[in-house]
């Protein structure tokens, strides 16, 4: 991967001729591609239903998360499910008038948490994440948003020994590949983060999590850089494409050579109409965003028991996390925001809870915990990138290349076949 030319030699390289590109999706991963397809020389055109950064994109937590390559999907998830699920407001909860519409999607998932697919998952995240940390800081770097990386580290933390030792498994996954951790006691994690609740008794510190100073802010630099380049940004919702061997028609309003659907959780309509049936499923994240100084918080904290995180943005403190499994048509319940922030209040006892706004987004999810990557079925003319989860932030840059390079009839610098989006 070293001896692969960097995102900043990539953008001397141009096409041969002007080649009309359209990404569906102004989120993090759509308008990170947009700006590799345009640093190429393409021509593109970014469409998207509200605008830059109004989705997940403006509301995650922030964390560039290379280190957490064991996927969703796993045997120790489904031990932990039947306990979060009896819990309307925990960290996993499927509300009872989606159930039946889930259930199919659930039955994917369940499969993919046996050891040999995991094992599977693992491997091919890894590789993604590995190019993703490589392409990153170059790709700040070029898109002049270097500035706003942080590298404060994470800090899980447990409240029994059981907690701690049932960890262990997936700290030696990480180990094994060469990711650098250390586990501490309680005295040790207040040399880290003071303020701690006595309740939690050991925790794990990853040095190598970064993040970014604000998400939303991020995405809109994204967009500015992609907009100096000469990119066009258009406020359009698509609802269907269709391939033929000149291009794409999107609707009835375009026609161009190339899409890219980066379209996040609303992905899988757009495909529908292609003839492909992608199970993507919607978790919905909430948080709480606190003033800045509402604690003296010095790492990114995850509690992992309780499915949530505590983040140090540039413009106040986020808590947040959990997963409801909603779909995209039924309201918020921000008793879940509620939820986490009392928790929060509880585990870090200074943390002043007032003044917060209330938000909740959708993660675009697959059942095995990784993204599609690749051409539809359909026509070749038509890339998928979509279904990251929880990791679209982390991915996003190591996404745009692989798509960058796709695009351009280039072989990508990982095995895309696990990534697929026709393997399901």
């Known amino acids: 991967m070293n001896a692969s030319p960097s995102?900043?030699?990539?953008?001397?390289?141009?096409?041969?001729?002007?080649?009309?590109?359209?990404?569906?999706?102004?989120?993090?991963?759509?308008?990170?591609?947009?700006?590799?397809?345009?640093?190429?020389?393409?021509?593109?055109?970014?469409?998207?239903?509200?605008?830059?950064?109004?989705?997940a994109s403006a509301g995650n937590a922030g964390a560039f998360a290379f280190t957490d390559i064991l996927p969703l999907a796993s045997p120790g998830i489904l031990k932990k499910a039947p306990k979060w699920l009896l819990d309307p407001l925990g960290p996993l909860s499927v509300p009872p008038s989606y159930a039946l519409k889930i259930a199919p999607w659930m039955y994917r998932f369940w499969r993919a948490c046996s050891p040999a697919r995991v094992a599977h998952s693992t491997a091919a995240q890894t590789a993604l994440m590995d190019l993703s940390r490589a392409e990153l800081e170059p790709f700040l770097a070029a898109s002049g948003t270097l500035p706003m990386l942080r590298k404060d580290g994470n800090l899980q933390v447990y409240e029994t020994e059981a907690e701690f030792q049932a960890s262990l498994p997936g700290w030696q996954a990480r180990a094994e590949h060469g990711i650098e951790f250390r586990h501490m006691d309680a005295a040790e994690m207040a040399g880290i983060q003071p303020g701690l609740a006595p309740r939690f008794i050991k925790g794990s510190f990853t040095p190598g999590w970064y993040s970014i100073a604000?998400?939303?802010?991020?995405?809109l630099a994204l967009a500015d850089r992609f907009r100096?380049?000469?990119?066009?940004?258009?406020?359009?919702?698509?609802?269907?494409?269709?391939?033929n061997p000149e291009g794409v028609q999107i609707d009835r309003h375009h026609a161009t050579g190339h899409v890219v659907i980066a379209a996040g959780a609303f992905s899988h309509r757009i495909a529908r109409s292609?003839?492909?049936?992608?199970?993507?499923?919607?978790e919905r994240g909430y948080n709480t965003t606190l003033p800045p100084g509402a604690l003296d918080l010095r790492t990114q904290i995850t509690f992992g028991g309780h499915g949530f995180v505590v983040s140090n943005l540039s413009t106040g403190i986020r808590v947040g996390g959990?997963?409801?499994?909603?779909?995209?048509?039924?309201?918020?319940?921000?008793?879940?925001?509620?939820?986490?922030?009392?928790k929060a209040k509880a585990f870090l006892p200074d943390l002043d809870t007032t003044g917060g706004t209330q938000w909740m987004g959708f993660r675009p999810s697959l059942p095995d915990s990784l993204p599609v990557i690749g051409h539809s079925r359909s026509s070749p003319r038509v890339t998928y990138a979509f279904g990251h989860g929880h990791l679209g932030l982390t991915q996003s840059a190591g996404t745009a290349r692989l798509v960058a390079d796709l695009v351009m009839g280039q072989?990508?610098?990982?095995?895309?076949?696990?990534?697929?989006?026709?393997?399901?």
């Open 214 to 219: 604000d998400p939303k802010l991020y995405t």
């Open 274 to 282: 292609l003839g492909e049936k992608i199970p993507l499923e919607t």
């Open 228 to 243: 100096a380049m000469g990119g066009v940004i258009e406020e359009l919702e698509v609802t269907s494409l269709r391939a």
């Open 411 to 424: 072989k990508p610098l990982i095995d895309l076949t696990p990534f697929s989006p026709q393997r399901f």
């Open 7 to 55: 995102f900043s030699e990539l953008t001397q390289q141009r096409a041969p001729v002007a080649h009309a590109v359209t990404v569906i999706g102004a989120g993090v991963i759509g308008l990170s591609i947009a700006i590799a397809l345009r640093a190429r020389g393409l021509s593109v055109v970014v469409l998207d239903r509200e605008g830059p950064a109004a989705g």
């Open 322 to 342: 959990a997963v409801e499994l909603g779909g995209l048509d039924l309201p918020p319940n921000f008793k879940r925001s509620e939820a986490m922030l009392k």
